[in-house]
């Protein structure tokens, strides 16, 4: 049976979108955005290439990586993560066009046990600072039980996997980076990474950094968030060599203090004390958020739990999902942004998902002119911005959303469909279109998207999974499939729902990319075409 040239060609045109948009930048920019590179840029990590931050791709071949608590040095990216709040020095030879790095400083927020969490108002308290937790705080465990060979535990992968303190036993001890505000509001801390340690007494550091809302000279105190911190006896520095603490910090000022012990009853005894790189998000303060839209309620909307008034902007504003940076203002609350510019980056596109098979169900959506389809046993939700077209008659009819539901129910039959998503920051799939096409003849169905995992080996065909999709394709000592590989794939559909692309006319294309590449390499660098 031959390869079926129309579903091929179906899913290569999605394919191919993401894996040159990864390379190419960004589009969309209003006129007031943000250009040259600065000698800081302070931001969170969303990707690695090199390392991205605030939507410029850095350099990192030759910077340093420097831990402002413990004053490690080391080179290369190998001890950063995705959603680390970094500090990045600019290299004398760094461009606007060609961003590099000379030295890129990292350090928590806090550190500590998780002593409250609650996740009703999805926060947590640590080192008495409320920490906000959001649809795209991610999530890390470091802990040694994770890899164990035997009687290994489950990878903290969100908020309902941490413990809080009760009584003597200790809650999840963390690490937290995020974005600061000012503490004259709630919360303190809005995280973008929460890292899971394994606590070992002596050794582990607790770690707070905040804006200090009262200062005391006899004793040396400072409050910073709820916590009281006691300086009698740290050393205390603010550039260079220490200074005397009862002298040293003063309200308003950014202040991060490390010990040995967690606080007892409010207060830290802290055994050094530094002032802080890291500014507060206060009123007026200019700001860069890069992420993904998780909510959009008219003129306003949210990227990483930060609230975002678009009102003033001469671009539309973005829809849930949208991985956009926006440049903009801290408002009078202290905690929202009133944006003054937008673009919209591709270097994530990769979230993107392709479905090409029998459409098996359509209902109304949640919200009204919306519709939940689902294909390969994925939803999707359709709506006005979707692109929606019959390919199968011409001229073509009349098929939009208007009278979406309408159509597809005249239909004698559920049609082949091909739906093409993006992911939005929940996971859930957000249509970009919905086309009619006629069926393959040989039965053959098709999806393209990034591999949730590396690939599973098992004793006669591999399987890897896309968006939980499972793919069945023959081993090859020429195709090694990493997690965030993108792939296309066309075969039978089985009874358990799988891909499988060693049947006769399937197909598997894998493009994998490197960790020191912005693209995807190759085409293909890995693949297994025709079966």
């Known amino acids: 049976m031959k390869l079926n040239v129309r579903l091929i060609a179906i899913l290569i045109i ?26 800081v840029s302070s931001g969170v990590i969303t990707a690695f290439g090199s390392v ?47 961003p590099v790095a000379s030295e890129i400083h990292v350090s928590p927020l806090v550190s500590g046990f998780v002593d409250v969490s609650d996740t009703t108002g999805g926060t947590i308290t640590v080192m008495g600072q409320n920490v906000q937790l959001t649809s ?69 550091k607790f770690k707070l950094e905040g804006q200090v809302t009262a200062a005391s000279a006899v004793p040396s105190t400072l409050t910073i968030g709820s916590e009281s911190v006691d300086l009698s006896n740290a050393i205390c520095r603010t550039k260079g060599p220490s200074v005397p603490c009862v002298s040293a910090y003063s309200v308003g000022n950014v202040v991060s203090a490390i010990g040995k012990s967690a606080p007892t009853n409010g207060t830290f005894i802290a055994d050094k004390a530094r002032l802080s790189r890291l500014l507060p998000l206060t009123a007026g303060s200019t700001v860069e958020v890069e992420g993904k839209v ?36 801290v408002a009078n609350d202290g905690t929202s942004i009133i944006a003054t510019s937008i673009e919209y980056d591709h270097h994530l596109s990769a979230a ?58 005249g239909l004698t039959s559920l049609p082949f469909v091909v739906v093409r998503s993006n992911v939005d920051a929940s996971g859930n799939l957000h249509a970009t279109g919905f086309d009619i096409v006629l069926a393959p003849a040989n039965g053959m169905v098709g999806i393209t998207g990034p591999a949730d995992a590396a690939q599973t080996v098992g004793t006669s065909n591999n399987t890897v999974t896309v968006y939980g999709v499972p793919i069945i394709f023959n081993p090859s000592p020429n195709l090694t499939i990493k997690q965030g590989s993108y792939i296309l794939a066309a075969g039978t559909l089985t009874s358990a729902g799988a891909v ?17 590449d912005r693209c995807f390499n190759g085409f293909p ?6 079966h």
Request: charged letters at 10%; a negative charge; aromatic letters at 6%.
């Open 52 to 98: 991205f931050v605030n939507g410029h791709e850095f350099d990192t071949k030759n910077a340093n990586i420097i831990d402002d608590d413990i004053g490690i040095l080391a080179k290369g990216t190998g001890s950063l993560e995705v959603g680390m709040v970094v500090s990045v020095d600019s290299a004398a030879s760094s461009t606007q066009a060609a």
């Open 352 to 409: 993107r998902i392709t479905l090409a098979a029998p459409l098996t169900s359509v209902v109304p959506g949640t919200s009204a002119g919306t519709y939940a389809v689902t294909v390969l046993g994925k939803t999707s939700i359709v709506d006005a911005t979707t692109h929606i077209a019959d390919r199968t008659i011409y001229p073509a009819p009349t098929f939009n959303i208007t009278n979406f539901d309408t159509y597809l129910q």
């Open 525 to 530: 660098t890995t693949s297994k075409l025709k």
């Open 294 to 329: 998780s909510s959009v309620i008219g003129t306003t909307f949210v990227i990483r739990g930060i609230t975002v008034d678009g009102s003033g902007l001469t671009v539309p504003i973005p829809a849930v999902g949208d991985m956009v940076e926006v440049r903009g203002t």
């Open 136 to 204: 795209g705080t991610a999530f890390s465990d470091h802990r040694v039980c994770v890899t164990a060979t035997t009687n290994p535990c489950s990878a903290i992968s969100g908020q309902g996997s941490l413990t809080q303190t009760n009584g003597a036993t200790t809650g999840t001890f963390v690490a937290v980076h995020g974005y600061l505000f000012s503490t004259g509001g709630s919360p303190q801390i809005v995280a973008t990474l929460v890292t899971a340690l394994d606590y070992v007494s002596g050794a582990s």
């Open 500 to 516: 499988d692309t060693t049947a006769s006319g399937g197909s598997l294309i894998a493009l994998t990319k490197e960790d020191d």
């Open 14 to 39: 999605g394919f191919l979108s993401v894996v040159l948009a990864s390379c190419g930048g960004s589009s969309g920019t209003s006129a007031n955005s943000s250009g040259a590179t600065a000698s």
